[in-house]
Structure formats: C-alpha cells, structure tokens
C-alpha cells in the first residue's frame, strides 16, 4: 500500500512563503501524475499544480507565478512552493498521485492558513 505523508502545512502570513512536502513510500516514477489539490471550507476540492512523469506542470490561474510544483526522484518526494501567499489560498491542501494501474491515490491533508 502506497503511502503519501505530507508536511510543511501551518500558519502563513499574506505576502509569506510556505513549502509543502509530500513523502511517497515508493518510486514516484510509478505515477504518471503528482501534484496538490486543495479544498477550502464550503469549496469543491480543486486542482492547485500538478507536475507529470515529463516534469510538464499544469497550474490552477489563481497560483500561477506564485506558487512552484517540484518533484525530486530520488527521494520520492514532491513539494509545493508557496509565495506571496493569499488569504484566500487558505485551505486543506492534499498530495495527489495517479497512474493508470493505481488511478488516484490522496493524502490525508495538510492545512495552511493564511492570516494577519
């Protein structure tokens, strides 16, 4: 069973930086996708950034030029750079990973709360 443990959530402050870790027990090369969604209170789940097996990533508009997707091999790690962070980017922020044996696989969630 693959296992997703996800750190670096907490409080941020606007205009702050945060950076979240997602920790996966096996070879991410597995995955043809790894990325982060987020669900904010009352919210659909959404897409945040997502990073392909090609290093191709995929942002949502609200975290364009803000926030960077990051994959590192070696150590089956995935990290999402948060910058000039927004009240609104608070949320749950969930490590995602899917392949087309496996479909999708979540984390339990990590959360970020933006506040002055």
């Known amino acids: 069973q693959v296992q997703l443990v996800e750190s670096g959530g907490g409080l941020g402050r606007p205009g702050g930086s945060l950076q979240l870790s997602c920790q996966v027990s096996?070879?991410?090369?597995?995955?043809?996708?790894v990325g982060w969604y987020r669900q904010a209170p009352g919210k659909e789940r959404e897409l945040v950034a997502v990073?392909?097996?090609?290093?191709?990533?995929t942002y949502a508009d609200s975290v364009k030029d803000r926030f960077t997707i990051s994959r590192d091999n070696a150590k089956n790690t995935v990290y999402l750079q948060m910058n000039s962070l927004r009240i609104s980017d608070t949320a749950v922020y969930y490590c995602?990973?899917?392949?087309?044996?496996?479909?999708?696989?979540w984390g339990q969630g990590t959360q970020v709360t933006v506040s002055s």
């Open positions: 995602y990973l899917w392949s087309v044996v496996r479909g999708e696989l």
């Open positions: 096996e070879n991410i090369f597995n995955f043809n996708d």
């Open positions: 990073i392909n097996v090609g290093a191709r990533t």
